[in-house]
């Protein structure tokens, strides 16, 4: 079971990142990154780094799982989700922010996508994943 949920999370993984920044609102915020953007997006690499992503969150969820707060696997996944989201996109956005002459609402859309795209992973997780 870890295997395929660990591909369909780096699948998940994969997808929610396109929708997130490729839409055409994001593309207008992460325009002030265009000097130094690359002209292309090396799409298989991009898909292999977001399956490693998957079986490795899986694996920190297992290690996690009996520390999570929560009684149900749905709420266990929905707190990892929080606490991935913290360590992943608001340590990133808060150090983004403080670097960079970025917009504001740059950064409040990292910080809503990154939200909803971890608590959907940590449910994902939750409601997939037991240990033993």
Known sequence: MYVLVSLGSGILFGVLDGVINANPFAQKL?????PILKKSVNAPAGMVIDLAYGFIMAAVFLL?????PGSSGALKG???GLLIWFFRVFMG????W??????????VYT?????????????FYGLTLKPG
């Open 30 to 34: 992460f325009a002030v990154y265009s």
């Open 111 to 123: 910080l809503a996508t990154g939200l909803g795209e971890m608590l959907l992973l940590g449910l």
């Open 64 to 68: 996690l799982f009996n520390s999570l």
């Open 98 to 107: 403080m670097m960079f002459e970025i917009p504001t609402s740059l950064v």
């Open 78 to 80: 929905l707190c990892f």
């Open 93 to 96: 956005a808060a150090s983004n």
